[in-house]
């Protein structure tokens, strides 16, 4: 089956630092990929959408110029949190899609922010 | 985007029939049914998807109702592991770029 590969599974920074999450899928080609945030018993909040190539597309409220994304491979995409603090501390999930495969998640990245 | 209704939470015991019914009132008729879970602290993992005609597969049955306002999520021998918060999800069907909306699921109690 489809797999996605995420990375870090988790991750403790100092605030005002970036860290940079990565995203793979193993065995397909990604033509999009997800990223959604996840807060302490919430459901999951999709930030943003990216096709490979081309600039991701962020849901309102979600800073861009904060949360990076490039997707610059069928393969690969990452979420870079720039100059992080701790309201950042979240639980950041990517899916990916491709053709013919349906939405596959990673495991997730935890981030704590001190 | 077109909704979902679920309870909140559920409680089952092992090794007994689980359902968990999902509201869809507002259903097109090319919107696909996805059932996902998330287990604490991982990422949520497919369970089964269907459109029309009622799907089984390893993990699960999915029941659709004619109309298609409703379906079930049957999981036929609970076991602690299926313990999760238990996502019914509308997407369109063709397209890579739709992207899932996640509502609050219904979290499942497996007693032991």
């Known amino acids: 089956g489809a797999v996605v590969s995420q990375h870090p599974s988790w991750v403790i920074c100092k605030s005002g630092t970036s860290v940079k999450i990565e995203c793979r899928s193993l065995?397909?080609?990604?033509?999009?990929m997800f990223w959604y945030r996840q807060f302490p018993k919430q459901s999951l909040m999709l930030m943003a959408t990216s096709n490979e190539g081309s600039k991701a597309t962020y849901e309102q409220g979600v800073e861009k110029d904060k949360f990076l994304i490039n997707h610059a491979s069928l393969t690969l995409s990452t979420l870079t949190v720039t100059s992080a603090h701790p309201e950042d501390s979240s639980f950041y999930i990517c899916?990916?899609?491709?053709?013919?495969?349906?939405?596959?998640f990673g495991s997730g990245t935890r981030l704590t922010v001190v | 985007d077109a909704k979902t209704t679920q309870p909140n939470s559920m409680e089952s015991n092992e090794e007994e029939p689980v359902h968990l019914p999902c509201n869809h009132s507002?259903?097109?008729?090319?919107?696909?049914i996805h059932w996902y879970r998330q287990l604490p602290s991982q990422g949520p993992e497919y369970v089964i998807h269907g459109l029309t005609s009622n799907v089984n597969n390893r993990m699960a049955s999915l029941a659709i109702a004619e109309d298609r306002k409703s379906s079930t999520l049957i999981l036929h021998r609970a076991t602690l592991r299926d313990a999760a918060v238990y996502y019914c999800i509308l997407s369109p069907g063709g397209g890579s770029n739709y992207k899932l909306t996640f509502g609050k699921g219904t979290l499942l109690t497996v007693n032991p």
């Open positions: 507002t259903i097109s008729g090319t919107d696909y």
């Open positions: 065995d397909f080609q990604a033509t999009t």
């Open positions: 899916s990916a899609r491709g053709s013919g495969i349906g939405y596959t």
